[in-house]
């Protein structure tokens, strides 16, 4: 069951101890009584926080996890910059324009390291977005991590550091599309959805051809799970074809095609002309 309603806190956190002083209780019993852990599904809430900010609280088996909506979920600012990425990202263009003629810039272990950590943090937010149906959300946290994947390939000097993010790339395209897609589909915009999903899978194949595991790509699950609603929406798009009326160009190159299996082609050229002239009059 995932909780997707607006629950605010306990609005009095206080305690009455011992000698009569109320202080605010460090007790998180009471935020998460009535909140039970599921270990098979992702547990996760929108909430209004005493500073009058919506936050997302994803439950975990030993408590909760509280995300701030923008900038890094835990609210803090490394460097004075919205987050590690943006920090190293400003370092190394800084790095590359002073020194166009030297070694270019790189990612050590330690950079490595803090990167790894937040994106953790930001893989907590989209999954939990997207079980809250908040696909804007997780489309723009995938889309972030997928760049962060993109300037450690690029700028991590050791391969193991590359290949510690970049392991995820598959997950991430998926959970991109999905975010994407999803809200097209429920504006029964097929053909829009479809470029998405197609673009997907196009990524996770380029994938693929990078660590030259092409021939594994049945054994891909993201991608398979891909291929598999590009096949449901096309019939869904199909089904949905069929219902609708039969506009007048339709009905013309219908009439057009059948003209040319019967070999009457004067009146496919008649045809043809009809249908230009719609065109232009459009």
């Known amino acids: 069951m995932v909780f997707s309603e607006c629950c605010p806190l306990p609005s009095d956190p206080c305690v009455t101890n ?5 202080t605010m209780s460090k007790d998180i019993s009471k935020i998460l009584e009535g909140w039970d852990y599921e270990p098979d599904d992702v547990i996760a809430r ?12 994803l439950r975990l088996d030993l408590g909760v996890l509280q995300m701030e909506l923008e900038g890094r979920p835990d609210g803090l600012r490394p460097e004075g910059q919205e987050s590690w990425l ?14 166009p003629d030297e070694a270019g810039f790189e ?4 950079d490595c390291e803090r990167l790894w950590r937040e994106a953790v943090q930001y893989y907590h937010r989209y999954l939990s977005a997207w079980h809250l149906k908040m696909y804007e959300l997780c489309a723009r946290d995938t889309a972030r991590s997928l760049r962060l994947f993109s300037f450690v390939r690029s700028y991590a000097n050791d391969d193991r550091n590359k290949l510690q993010f970049d392991q995820w790339r598959p997950y991430v395209i998926m959970m991109n599309v999905r975010s994407n897609a999803t809200p097209l589909l429920k504006k029964d915009k097929h053909i829009e959805a479809l470029a998405v999903i197609e673009s997907g899978i196009d990524g996770i194949r380029d994938f693929l051809e ?17 291929e598999q609603w590009r096949e449901d929406v096309i019939a869904r798009e199909s089904r ?5 009326p039969e506009t007048a160009i339709e009905l013309l190159r219908r009439k057009m095609q059948e003209a040319v299996a019967s070999e009457q082609f004067e009146e496919a050229a008649r045809l043809r002309d009809e249908i230009r002239g719609s065109k232009d009059e459009g």
């Not at 011992?18 to 109320?22: A, E, F, I, V």
């Not at 990612?107 to 330690?110: C, I, M, V, Y």
């Open 18 to 22: 011992p000698t009569g002083d109320r």
């Open 46 to 57: 929108l909430m209004e926080g005493d500073d009058g900010r919506k936050k997302i609280q």
């Open 86 to 99: 943006d920090y190293y990202l400003a370092r190394q263009k800084g790095h590359d324009e002073a020194n």
């Open 107 to 110: 990612l050590e272990d330690e």
């Open 210 to 226: 990078d660590y030259e595991q092409a021939h594994r790509s049945e054994e891909c699950v993201e991608l398979t799970n891909l």
């Open 240 to 244: 949905a074809a069929e219902a609708r």
